[in-house]
């Protein structure tokens, strides 16, 4: 039972992380559009150049 809910909650946290990375993806991607990819892919992944 313990083990149960500690995966819904796991389960929720994920949906969420889900949804925002979704939300994310949509803003960079209209971002992306208005400003030219690479801008945007830097400003996500300031690692990757």
Do not use: E, Q
């Not at 979704?22 to 991607?29: F, R």
């Not at 209209?30 to 030219?36: I, K, P």
């Amino acid at each position: 039972m313990n083990d149960n809910r500690k995966t819904s909650i796991w389960g929720r946290w994920f949906a969420w992380r889900a949804t925002t990375a979704w939300l994310g993806a949509k803003i960079l991607i209209l971002h992306s559009n208005a400003n030219g990819y690479m801008p945007a892919l830097v400003h996500v992944f300031p690692g990757s150049r």
